[in-house]
């Protein structure tokens, strides 16, 4: 049996304290936020803003993985108009890329 860190356990349950306070809290705030034409655009576009931010530094240093995974993405967004299907498309093509070396 694996022994977990106190110090590792501690980290991992603050992390989730803090994720469902925001979660929460953004779910509140918003309430209170009235949802106009401009600001449901900006809400639509969060996903894709999210994925971008996190395949791009990789694919720029060079990972070719994520640089076809993000390329995947992007076409597959333009076709579907759905961001699940091309995170779904991201994650397939980078992960066989990284497993047929």
Known sequence: MTS?????LLAICVMAAAT??????????????????RVRRVLDA??????VALLVPNAVRGDAAMLCGLT???VVAKLTKSDFL????????????RAFP
């Open 20 to 37: 469902i306070f925001n979660r929460t809290a953004g779910f509140f705030l918003m309430r209170l936020v009235p949802v106009t034409p």
């Open 46 to 51: 969060l996903p894709g803003a999210v994925l």
């Open 86 to 97: 091309a995170v779904l498309a991201a994650m397939a093509v980078a992960a066989a890329i």
């Open 72 to 74: 995947a993405a992007l």
């Open 4 to 8: 977990v860190d106190p110090g590792t």
